[in-house]
């Protein structure tokens, strides 16, 4: 079993301030991570993704993520906010799937509602 | 653009009655999702679909029903909605990348606030 812990549940800042949303998962195989992030009365969007290769992991919006798997965390940053990054971000595992019969269930955690304010 | 289609986007109505939530995709994806999304909680998977004839139920339980009969639909029915079904339901659709990942591809939510 999986499980996702966003030890954040809001994260206030001001514009052009650096954030950090913090992420941690655990599950006894190998994953994948996601980060979504939700704009009011919209659907779930997807910012990056960690399959495999670089640690470190680009995304749209110029978000980035790290995963670490001896911490396994996979926190996103920005160096700069803006308003428009006001959101709710939702980390999420799945895991290593052999396709086929797996359907690559992914567990989220309950999410970080960012605030930028100005 | 949305590749993924949810119907209707907000909805009020009284107990008893029945709802069907639409959900299309134009993406030839074989595989569909229906989450379950209430504030301040984590996303639960209710049903999901490999494919034409296939359903199955997802890990939190739910009074809901689901139908796929063609590839791009896949339509959500409660029979007597509650008031306890308030909440957002999130439809998603995904293809297999090269690496294995099972990248899912969201809907907009159909909000449904049972009175």
């Known amino acids: 079993a999986q499980s996702v812990t966003q030890l954040d549940s809001q994260v206030p800042v001001f514009e052009e301030a650096p954030v950090e949303l913090r992420c941690n998962y655990s599950?006894?195989?190998?994953?994948?991570l996601f980060w979504y992030v939700q704009y009011p009365n919209q659907g779930l969007q997807l910012l990056l993704k960690?399959?495999?290769?670089?640690?470190l992991v680009k995304g749209i919006n110029g978000f980035e993520a790290e995963f670490n798997k001896s911490q396994t965390s996979f926190h996103l940053r920005k160096p700069s906010v803006h308003i428009s990054d006001t959101a709710e971000y939702f980390c999420a595992v799945s895991d290593h799937s052999a396709g086929g019969t797996s359907y690559g269930k992914l567990t989220f955690g309950q999410g970080t509602i960012l605030t930028v304010h100005p | 653009e949305a590749d993924i289609y949810q119907t209707p986007r907000y909805l009020v109505i009284g107990t008893g009655k029945k709802i069907t939530l639409e959900c299309s995709q134009t993406?030839?994806?074989?595989?569909m999702y229906w989450y379950q999304q209430d504030p301040g909680m984590e996303l639960h998977l209710i049903h999901y679909s490999y494919g034409v004839n296939s359903t199955e139920k997802g890990d939190l339980s739910s009074e809901s029903t689901v139908s796929r009969i063609r590839t791009e639909h896949f339509p959500l029915t409660l029979e007597s909605a509650r008031p306890s079904h308030t909440s957002q339901y999130l439809c998603?659709?995904?293809?297999?990348?090269?690496?294995?990942?099972?990248?899912?591809?969201f809907g907009a939510g159909s909000r449904l606030t049972v009175l």
């Open positions: 993406m030839g994806h074989d595989k």
């Open positions: 599950s006894s195989v190998s994953v994948y």
């Open positions: 998603a659709s995904s293809v297999w990348t090269i690496s294995g990942a099972n990248v899912l591809t």
């Open positions: 960690y399959l495999s290769g670089s640690t």
